[in-house]
């Protein structure tokens, strides 16, 4: 890399990661990280046990926190860093990738674009393998690209075992395959038919054993909502890149297809690219979309196509890079800051991503030992293991035993309160009521308080709705 691409390419990265990594560290963590906090941590052999029955589709990525927490320790900074890191790797792929297949222009649109795509500076925030699944999406199409144009043995092998990673890392990313495809000429099918043929099937059978668990696991997407065709559209439109922003997405899509069908018709050069960085966003989320009817259990949220992100990177580069009018340069730069504004400002408010540091701080303040607390959805019993405050107080109506919570990824989940009697040594009781509690008719503040006041206590105190969980907090006393 000669010394002006060296700098441009080290610019592109800092730009991404300084975007991508700030204020990273201010939100407290919710129930999805706290998964990876939970199966970071395990002994190998509950490990391996849990991921025989939930989560073998992020077992490669489980074990990659394991050394990473390893040495870094758990921290919102040191578990959120990885997807930080993922981020400004892809830009900086992006950057190679449109240097290849257009333009070194278009590659600094691209990186410079990638982080400010509202999706990924969520996913950038966020101690889960969507940032990492983004960067190996892209990296299989630049694989792909440079084994076409250098094709010596080892470049095939690469391609090969970036399709593996990718797979493992995120069994869906392999979706992408199909449209990087369409990035081959029919000149270079000819030449490289079996070269191509080799790679991928080597690739797609490492994700095989994955694919074989995951088919078991499959009903652990059981949550996923089966939406109608309106809230999927709405989901794929709106939810999926620009987290439901309508003015934002309906500027950003009227911009990208007028500038693409521009780039059609006056530039044939940029058609396959265009064409293949459309699929990579169009395919998988049709193939997503479609599940739900098809297979009878859906398989699309939106979250779950990050790693197409790129492909939309691409396509916006492609259409900046041959449409020179101001204009329509300024206008979509300023689309997608103003769409990723909102995303970022959320990394200043701790309790944007759950109410849990409230709920500890509460407890830390006026708590005294002896105490005990009532709680319901993991989303809410799982600030458990990661603050002490409410660690150290009993779930008087918890419903896993230890020795299953050893081999699951929820350490605990409280049930209804109609059975439950409370010790007659516990005098202060902390009753805990979440958004997602109660949207599973469970956290019936009055009712329980009538559950209660049988067994003599009585509400001295409660807190406003507070949070992203609207958390309310019941303090009641004998």
Do not use: C
Not at 189 to 196: D, S
């Amino acid at each position: 890399m000669r010394g002006r691409d060296a700098a441009v390419a080290a610019a592109v990265t800092v730009w991404s990661l300084a975007v991508a990594a700030a204020f990273i560290h201010v939100p407290g963590y919710w129930w999805d990280e706290t998964a990876t906090i939970i199966m970071a941590g395990k002994p190998w052999e509950g490990f391996l046990a849990t991921l025989r029955g939930v989560d073998a589709v992020h077992a490669a990525y489980y074990a990659g926190m394991r050394l990473w927490t390893g040495a870094l320790g758990v921290s919102p900074l040191a578990t959120r860093l990885p997807s930080a890191l993922a981020v400004a790797g892809t830009s900086l792929v992006l950057l190679q990738l449109g240097r290849a297949t257009l333009s070194g222009r278009a590659g600094v649109i691209a990186g410079v674009l990638y982080p400010l795509i509202p999706a990924v500076a969520w996913a950038a925030g966020e101690a889960r393998s969507f940032a990492l699944s983004a960067l190996l999406a892209a990296a299989i199409v630049l694989a792909l690209v440079r084994a076409l144009a250098d094709p010596r043995p080892w470049r095939w092998a690469l391609l090969a075992v970036t399709i593996a990673l990718a797979g493992w890392l995120f069994v869906f990313t392999v979706l992408l395959l199909p449209a990087a495809l369409l990035l081959v000429t029919p000149a270079q099918w000819r030449r490289h038919r079996r070269a191509l043929a080799v790679s991928v099937t080597a690739g797609l059978v490492g994700v095989l054993p994955l694919l074989g668990y995951a088919l078991r696991q499959r009903a652990q997407v059981g949550w996923i909502p089966e939406y109608g065709w309106r809230d999927l559209m709405w989901g794929a439109a709106v939810e999926q890149y620009f987290r439901g922003s309508l003015p934002v997405a309906a500027v950003a899509w009227l911009a990208l297809l007028l500038g693409a069908v521009l780039v059609w018709w006056s530039h044939p050069d940029s058609r396959r690219p265009l064409l293949a960085f459309a699929a990579g966003v169009v395919l998988p989320t049709l193939v997503l979309l479609a599940s739900g009817p098809v297979l009878g259990t859906s398989y699309y949220w939106g979250r779950y196509l990050v790693f197409t992100a790129p492909a939309l990177a691409m396509v916006a580069a492609i259409v900046l890079n041959r449409v020179t009018t101001p204009w329509a340069v300024a206008t979509l730069g300023v689309v997608l800051v103003a769409a990723s504004g909102p995303t970022l400002r959320e990394r200043l408010d701790p309790l944007s991503k759950s109410s849990w540091l409230f709920a500890a701080e509460t407890v830390a303040a006026r708590a005294e030992p002896g105490d005990a607390m009532i709680a319901f959805s993991n989303h809410m019993t799982a600030a458990r293991v990661i603050h002490e405050e409410l660690a150290s107080l009993p779930l008087l109506n918890e419903t896993i035993t230890p020795a299953v919570a050893a081999h699951e990824v929820v350490p605990s989940v409280g049930g209804p309160l109609e059975d439950v009697v409370v010790p007659n040594d516990v005098q202060v009781v902390w009753y805990f009521s979440d958004a997602h509690s109660r949207s599973l008719g469970l956290g019936n503040t009055g009712a329980d308080a009538a559950i209660l006041a049988a067994q003599g206590f009585r509400t001295v105190w409660a807190s406003a709705p507070t949070g992203s969980q609207d958390l309310v907090i019941t303090l009641l006393r004998r």
